[in-house]
């Protein structure tokens, strides 16, 4: 398997709005994607990042942090490695093709070196090996625009990771707003030592979101029990909450406050009941 291909996408993966032409932020930002997806002896991997497609401006300064945030993420794919597995990219980042040419390259080469050794170690322990005694790794990266507003447009950098055990598990830095008027990443959504305060509204939103599965209604006493934290005060979640239509989105990562059966704990709180507890900045970009 090996594919490889880029093409430009004009206001991909958009939500709805009126484009006014004498505001250059209300605007959708035009992007190009590049996907690939590929295998090695005992590993897959696929890749699907969008980008900006201006090189300069505001839509020049998302690129530039989510060529930031890819980098990141693709140097440092198996955890308990230290650092970095290889170097960024030291060419022009502005060459698209060229960019994602030297990363394909240097994902495949490392999945494939952990992978194959990975193997060579299980066979230590093997005493008939089959096919079925190495199942492949498995390696994707997804980066990709989920909402553009006149005032902000917010990406999602999601990865799974699969290394042959019982399950693999999904990483990344989550869903990324920028505000179209400087470029600017926004990260502080809610005011600092706010989350004693905010508790209610956290423990509402959980309880709404193990509604889903069925069974018998959730309590405040029940959610505690289903949850796996220290001590009475759910934690913000480590991924920053993102702006959708009806509010801010809260997304914990697996095991992060449950356990793995339990999913990715997601909710959204409405503006109207999370709006005292934004931050300056917040409250400009959202009101």
């Known amino acids: 398997m090996n594919t490889f291909k880029s093409f430009i996408l004009a206001g991909a993966c958009t939500l709805a709005l009126a484009v006014i032409p004498s505001c250059d932020s209300a605007r959708p930002i035009e992007t190009e994607t590049i996907q690939f997806s590929d295998s090695t002896a005992h590993a897959y991997v696929i890749v699907m990042s969008e980008l900006p497609a201006a090189v300069s401006g505001k839509a020049g300064k998302i690129r530039e942090t989510l060529i930031g945030v890819m980098d990141r993420q693709m140097s440092a794919i198996a955890p308990g490695e230290d650092g970095r597995l290889f170097p960024a990219y030291p060419g022009d980042r502005t060459k698209t093709d060229e960019l994602f040419t030297y990363y394909r390259q240097q994902v495949m080469h490392v999945v494939d070196s952990l992978s194959r050794r990975d193997a060579a170690d299980r066979l230590q322990y093997i005493e008939n090996p089959t096919e079925y005694d190495f199942p492949a790794w498995g390696y994707e990266f997804n980066l990709e625009k989920t909402a553009d507003t006149d005032r902000y447009v917010v990406f999602c950098s999601h990865n799974y990771l699969y290394m042959g055990g019982a399950h693999g598990g999904i990483t990344g830095e989550g869903d990324l707003t920028f505000s179209k008027k400087t470029g600017q990443l926004i990260d502080s959504f809610l005011k600092p030592d706010c989350v004693t305060d905010l508790q209610p509204l956290l423990k509402k939103g959980l309880i709404s979101y193990y509604s889903e599965f069925g069974g018998d209604p959730m309590t405040e006493k029940t959610l505690m029990e289903q ?20 509010g801010l989105t809260f997304t914990y ?32 970009l959202l009101f």
């Open 253 to 284: 990562q697996q095991y992060e406050i449950a356990s793995y059966a339990d999913g990715m704990p997601s909710f959204t709180i409405p503006y109207e009941e999370i709006k005292p507890f934004l931050s300056k900045e917040a409250v400009e």
């Open 227 to 246: 949850l796996q934290i220290e001590g009475e005060e759910i934690p913000l979640p480590a991924w920053a909450p993102f702006p959708s239509e009806d």
